[in-house]
């Protein structure tokens, strides 16, 4: 399957102990664009989110069946997968800003010293990532004050350069708006939109309205036989207009979910 | 006109009047409230009052270096105080690293419920409820006389380390899981290891209720006695080495207190000395604690 895509997934089974949160899951998730994961709570989005970067490791009992290919060449799920590697390529920003409670810069500084970059070039690296978020104007003058006097939206920009500022290939979002108000919401969706063409973005989300406005791509996930699965899939505009899975149709329409 | 029956109380509204009951009863609760703190506060000033009364016409330099004379009705406490900051040192040697290092295995490596973690978590609650009498009595036969140290400053200090390791894992333990839990995954979504994440982000974080921990461990280790009778020994000469014998300051007020006649004025000075240290590191711990979290936070309050 030579393509542009950039992560392509096949027959993904995600299992919590006995309870099974994904099955049989295949997507191609294509280079540069804006990939939407939508559905009803507890359809094993986030879950499949998860798995792209091996978070699911972090949750004791859970088992990941599958391939998971990273620009066809590497194989996620392999258990010999570099898996600090791997979350550098692949960065992951939650719904809950999480911003290390120490200063601006120390928040880079962690991260891009684990991964060896030399100390003359972080103070660069900070500004530009800064810059992307739209945050550097507003915080320039503080980078030594704690990352938690930031509001909601800011600390959740900051989560966003954070994950830039380790030039990943992947972003994946976990609902990242949904903890803020719509002011915030909307800036920090707007930086999101912004990296179309640079970053490949996986966003879960649970607003239809938002998946709408930035996604170029689509995924429906539904419960079927009491496990999550891709009900829809497509170009966002497409599957908006004319999904064939009636319970897509009426998700998608407002009518149920 | 609306029916009655649709009105939405319930309850009749009752007219506010100026003197609700409710003042007298409220007012009340708060009176003894204020009477039993005044209690707490009194009794601890009554117990510094008689210190300062009795001890302090005793206290002067000469009496914090001096040597002991006459069993103590005399001369002063330098060779103790230099033995308790050694028996201190050696205790806190050993029981800060591996209390540290226990709670971070128990909070970070083991998963949450396993059998082990249940063991060992039994296992250090019933060693905080072990009388420290009990301590003194395993450090006798373990560190003295199967180890072969002796009395000793050493001996002494090791025991005091079993005594406060309980405190120590615990409050660190609390202070860990305390933490909120989106550090973890987020440092994880970020590649970094987990060494990383504990040295770089957990502990410093955790640290300052980790400083609590270790001054309530010193506060123990300072007061204890028991446990220092049958392993430190007596001997009131200046301590050459670690494995020389010396009194520490609590034995020290025990023995003045119980077996030497007026040996009372020098009892309460050295308590004073000793409440003294104990306030010193007190402050000295809780400031590090705000200094260190301004630093992380970079706030200038």
């Known amino acids: 399957m030579k393509s542009t895509s950039r992560i392509s997934v096949s027959g993904l089974s995600v299992r919590y102990g006995a309870h099974e949160a994904v099955r049989d899951v295949s997507l191609a998730i294509p280079d540069g664009k804006i990939s939407a994961l939508v559905g009803p709570s507890g359809c ?66 962690i991260p891009l010293r684990e991964h060896g970059v030399d100390r003359k070039e972080i103070p660069a690296i900070i500004e530009r990532c800064l810059r992307d978020v739209g945050l550097w104007d507003e915080v320039s003058d503080r980078l030594d004050r704690s990352a938690l006097q930031l509001s909601g939206g800011q600390q959740q920009r900051l989560c966003i350069a954070r994950a830039l500022a380790l030039d990943p290939k992947v972003i994946l979002f976990d609902e990242p708006c949904s903890a803020l108000d719509p002011l915030a919401s909307g800036v920090v969706e707007d930086h999101i939109a912004a990296l179309r063409g640079r970053v490949t973005v996986v966003i879960v989300t649970h607003n239809l309205a938002q998946a709408r406005r930035i996604a170029d791509e689509l995924a429906v996930f539904w419960v079927r036989d009491g496990a999550g699965t891709i009900v829809e899939t497509g170009p966002a505009s497409k599957t908006f207009e004319s999904p064939t899975d009636p319970d897509a149709a009426r998700y998608l329409s407002g009518e149920r979910g | 006109m609306t029916s009655d029956w649709k009105r939405p109380f319930l309850i009749t509204p009752v007219k506010p009047s100026t ?136 001996s002494g200090g090791l025991t005091l380390a079993c005594m406060i390791l309980p405190i120590l ?75 020389d014998s010396g009194r520490a300051l609590s034995v020290h007020i025990f023995d003045l207190a119980f077996n030497i006649p007026n040996g009372a004025a020098n009892a309460s000075a050295t308590a004073l000395v000793l409440l003294g240290m104990i306030l010193v590191i007190n402050f000295t711990a809780t400031t590090l604690a705000d200094h260190w979290m301004r630093r992380l936070s970079g706030s200038r309050l």
């Open chain 2, 19 to 154: 003197k609700p009951r409710c003042l007298y009863l409220d007012r009340t609760v708060g009176i003894i409230g204020a009477l039993a703190a005044a209690g707490t506060a009194g009794i601890f000033l009554w117990i510094i009052w008689d210190l300062v009364r009795l001890g302090l016409p005793n206290l002067s330099w000469t009496f914090l270096t001096g040597e002991v004379e006459e069993a103590g009705r005399a001369g002063g406490i330098g060779p103790l105080l230099v033995s308790t900051w050694w028996i201190l040192v050696c205790c806190l040697a050993v029981a800060v690293p591996l209390g540290i290092g226990c709670a971070v295995w128990l909070s970070e490596f083991t998963r949450r419920g396993s059998w082990a973690g249940r063991w060992i978590t039994g296992g250090i609650d019933l060693l905080a409820s072990v009388p420290s009498i009990v301590f003194g009595l395993f450090g006798m036969t373990f560190f003295c006389q199967v180890l072969g140290l002796g009395f000793s400053i050493l």
């Open chain 2, 169 to 243: 894992v615990r409050t660190t333990l609390s202070a860990l899981e305390g933490l909120p839990s989106d550090l973890r995954p987020g440092a994880a979504a970020l590649g970094l290891t987990r060494t990383t994440t504990l040295a770089r982000i957990l502990l410093p974080t955790a640290l300052p209720g980790i400083l609590v921990g270790v001054t309530l461990g010193i506060g123990r280790a300072l007061s204890e006695t028991a446990a220092l009778l049958f392993t430190s020994g007596y001997s009131t000469r200046w301590p050459q080495s670690l494995e």
């Open chain 1, 44 to 109: 094993g989005k986030s879950t499949f989110l998860h798995a792209l970067n091996r978070l699911t490791d972090l949750v004791p009992g859970c088992v990941v069946e599958g391939s998971i290919r990273l620009d066809d060449d590497l194989e996620i799920t392999a258990p010999t997968t570099d898996v600090l590697a791997l979350r550098r390529h692949i960065g992951m920003v939650f719904q809950k800003p999480n911003p290390f409670p120490q200063s601006i810069r120390r928040n880079f500084e």
